[in-house]
């Protein structure tokens, strides 16, 4: 038997078969009564058995009917599903993605995922969005970014959340300090009583560094707080105090007269994770974007001088 249905057939025959109806089918593909009975007509024909039981007053599906309409969804989403695969080959060579991230990793590992993206695949047009939790997800529910990358899991039903890194935290001070002259880890309980520099309260940062210090039923008490990470190194850089900083945020400010040490007891991980509208799935430029920054946040230096 030659197949010779198109997908247009196809969906009127899954129209009627789940309204049991050729005026409602008619009216829902836009077509006439007598255009739907010819389409019925015609894949019957093809099929060489009756799909439908018809009366004047009802319309009903043959046990020939409900496997054809079983294998016809099957089939229309298969086809979908080619559709989609073929449009993401295409986004690989024109296309567009979005993102929204942390402003620590808008500074270091997405430009560099950007880079080695674009130098891939030139055609494909990158959008970033500096930006904290709140914003990132009302973004991401928007449509107006794939995804964002943030340190806080929504725990939102409409998001859905994939950890990619875990960020420790490290001691930022100024090279002519006397804890420059180690390498192994400090503990928080030791260094508490020095002058802070840190993020304003509320934010990731600084309730990271207060979780840790009422570990040891210290208040945490910061002799400045500022809000850009350049601020803080510029500040660590002249002498005014140390800093607690996620590595990867101290990376971003890396400079010469500035040493980190990693910080224990507790050792803390600020969790990086993928946020992602739940039921979208990520298109194959996103994964492929998200495969590289996947690789340049685990990539990172190790803390040291």
């Not at 196809?10 to 593909?29: C, I």
């Not at 986004?91 to 979005?98: E, K, P, T, Y």
């Not at 529910?141 to 943030?150: C, E, K």
């Not at 009583?193 to 009422?214: D, K, N």
Request: a positive charge.
């Amino acid at each position: 038997m030659k197949i010779n249905w198109s997908a247009r057939e196809v969906d009127v025959f899954l129209s009627l078969a789940e309204t049991l109806s050729f005026r409602r089918t008619a009216l829902q593909m836009h077509l006439s009564q007598s255009a739907v009975s010819g389409t019925v007509a015609r894949l019957e024909a093809m099929l060489d058995v009756r799909l439908f039981e018809r009366t004047t007053r009802t319309v009903q599906l043959t046990l020939a009917g409900e496997v054809f309409a079983e294998q016809a969804r099957f089939l229309r989403h298969q086809m979908e599903q080619t559709v989609r695969r073929v449009q993401e080959v295409a986004q690989l060579q024109v296309g567009r993605i979005a993102l929204a991230a942390l402003p620590s990793l808008a500074a270091g590992a997405v430009p560099r995922a950007f880079a080695r993206f674009a130098a891939l695949h030139p055609g494909v047009q990158l959008e970033l969005f500096d930006s904290l939790a709140g914003p990132a997800f009302d973004m991401v529910r928007a449509g107006r970014v794939d995804f964002a990358l943030t340190a806080a899991n929504p725990a939102y039903a409409d998001l859905d959340y994939t950890p990619l890194v875990s960020d420790r935290f490290v001691l930022l001070m100024g090279r002519a300090h006397p804890l420059a002259r180690g390498r192994s880890a400090v503990a928080w309980a030791d260094v508490a009583e020095l002058p802070h520099i840190s993020m304003p309260a509320g934010t990731s940062v600084r309730q990271y560094a207060e979780e840790a210090l009422l570990t040891h039923r210290i208040r945490f008490a910061p002799r400045y707080e500022v809000e850009h990470l350049a601020t803080i190194a510029a500040m660590v850089a002249a002498g005014l105090g140390v800093s607690a900083l996620p590595e990867l945020a101290a990376q971003v400010v890396r400079r010469p007269e500035v040493v980190t040490r990693p910080l224990k007891a507790p050792v803390l991980h600020r969790p990086i994770g993928l946020i992602t509208l739940r039921g979208r799935p990520l298109s194959l430029a996103a994964q492929e974007m998200v495969a590289l920054l996947r690789q340049e946040v685990e990539g990172a230096g190790t803390p040291g001088g």
